[in-house]
């Protein structure tokens, strides 16, 4: 059993989602963004987010195969939940990144400096004592793959309907990040997932 761990960073609390946070994520799913990008059941009820924070994010940490932090931005009040991050499939020293952000925390660098935090618990041995992590995302979402070139993930090529996405088979580009690589901006992606349009 893994024990949930709260990170935290200049402008962030990354803490467990509750069920506090229940209507803060289904209204944050009903995005069109979010809907778009992820695998998020669509439409998106408040059951949905009551099944996320009551069983899968708590099954996760329990069996140490999936970490799962709601994205916290620090406010004058207290934090306001603006996304979700999580490392999933977690199995022989490798796993998963995958992350959204709502409207309101998009554009501010937000979800680089969560990505960062995360890295800094998987790559560590008294975190999730990971070697690599990997990235993948429908072809097309700059956004993602801005935030992944920037935390130092390497492109590894797109696969070719390599995805399931709501309307059927899709490409989908995927990156991965070693321990041992240096956290820093990568080379090597495509002009075509790192546009100027994409955010964070």
């Not at 004058?76 to 022989?92: Q, Y």
């Not at 130092?152 to 041992?180: H, P, Q």
Request: net charge negative; charged share 25%.
């Amino acid at each position: 059993m893994t024990d949930p761990v709260e990170l935290g960073t200049l402008r962030l609390v990354l803490s467990i989602p509750t069920s506090d946070d229940v209507d803060a994520i289904t209204a944050a799913c009903q995005d069109p963004a979010v809907q778009r990008w992820t695998t998020v059941p669509s439409p998106y009820g408040r059951d949905a987010a009551e099944g996320f924070v009551n069983a899968f994010v708590p099954a996760g940490w329990e069996a140490g195969t999936a970490r799962t932090w709601a994205i916290r931005r620090r406010t004058d009040d207290g934090t306001e939940l603006v996304g979700m991050i999580g490392v999933e499939g977690i199995r022989d020293g490798a796993g998963e990144i995958g992350y959204w952000l709502s409207p309101q925390g998009r554009g501010l660098g937000i979800m680089t400096e969560a990505v960062s935090a995360v890295l800094d618990y998987a790559f560590d041995a008294d975190g999730a004592d990971l070697q690599r992590v990997q990235w993948r995302a429908y072809r097309g979402n700059r956004p993602s793959a801005r935030v992944a070139r920037l935390a130092g993930f390497r492109f590894e090529g797109t696969r070719r309907l390599g995805a399931t996405g709501r309307d059927g088979r899709e490409d989908e580009w995927t990156a991965a990040i070693l321990a041992t690589d240096p956290r820093s901006p990568a080379d090597g992606w495509p002009s075509e997932a790192t546009g100027a349009d994409a955010t964070d």
